[in-house]
């Protein structure tokens, strides 16, 4: 069974830091391209970072030079560090595979806001 469980959000003030992390189990985890995705109230789901199995990272635009994201294949675990957090970085967290395809966690809340 597929488990994909994201933690580490929480409120945190414009410039700001976040660490995330997503916990992957039932998936081959270390041949994968994983990826951290957002969505905003009222936005689509939208891809903000990824990183293939041989440690390729890329960024959407908006994120590039304040996120950083990495993973650890002994864990099972794939991270999203966030610094200098903006207000509209605001939006639940989640991770799956590059491209999307397991059933999606919960999420994790991210508030950016004085």
């Known amino acids: 069974q597929v488990q994909l469980v994201e933690s580490g959000g929480g409120l945190v003030q414009p410039g700001g830091s976040l660490r995330l992390s997503c916990a992957a189990s039932?998936?081959?985890?270390?041949?994968?391209?994983m990826a951290w995705y957002r969505q905003a109230p009222g936005k689509q789901r939208e891809l903000v970072a990824s990183?293939?199995?041989?440690?390729?990272?890329n960024y959407v635009d908006s994120v590039k030079g304040r996120f950083t994201i990495s993973r650890d294949n002994a864990k099972n675990t794939v991270y999203l560090q966030m610094y200098s957090l903006k207000p509209e970085d605001t939006a639940i967290y989640y991770c799956?595979?590059?491209?999307?395809?397991?059933?999606w966690g919960q999420g994790t809340q991210v508030t950016v806001s004085s």
């Open positions: 799956n595979r590059l491209p999307a395809f397991f059933s």
């Open positions: 990183i293939s199995s041989g440690d390729n990272t």
């Open positions: 039932g998936i081959a985890f270390g041949i994968l391209s």
